[in-house]
């Protein structure tokens, strides 16, 4: 049984830091692609970046420069490392796995089953 859990959510000024970590069950990390995404209230489930079994890696072209996607397949978990953050950047974060796919991952919602329950990322001016 699959299992992802988001953390390392919160609150922060903008131009700060955060770093999201996703805990997985299951031998998935580094096997098939996984991804992140966000969502706000009223808007569609947004892709943020995917990384594949080959360690190759999708951006948003909103976040190109100042997010960092890898995963440690020891550890199993996928992290997002959020730089120089914006009001924008607010948003719930998802971790996602896409068990069909291993690599040129895609970043829409829609090839993924299976999801984490989120956690909030809300960036202040």
């Known amino acids: 049984q699959v299992q992802l859990v988001e953390s390392g959510g919160g609150s922060v000024q903008a131009g700060g830091s955060l770093r999201l970590s996703c805990a997985v069950s299951?031998?998935?990390?580094?096997?098939?692609?996984m991804a992140w995404f966000r969502q706000v209230p009223g808007k569609e489930r947004e892709g943020v970046a995917s990384?594949?079994?080959?360690?190759?890696?999708a951006y948003a072209d909103s976040v190109k420069g100042r997010f960092t996607i890898s995963s440690d397949n020891a550890e199993s978990t996928l992290y997002l490392q959020m730089n120089a953050l914006k009001p924008e950047d607010t948003a719930m974060y998802y971790c996602?796995?896409?068990?069909?796919?291993?690599?040129?991952?895609?970043?829409?919602?829609?090839?993924?089953?299976?999801w984490g329950q989120g956690t909030q990322v809300t960036v202040s001016s």
């Open positions: 299951g031998d998935i990390v580094s096997r098939f692609c």
């Open positions: 996602a796995a896409d068990l069909q796919r291993q690599r040129s991952c895609w970043l829409h919602w829609a090839f993924y089953n299976k």
């Open positions: 990384i594949g079994d080959d360690g190759g890696t």
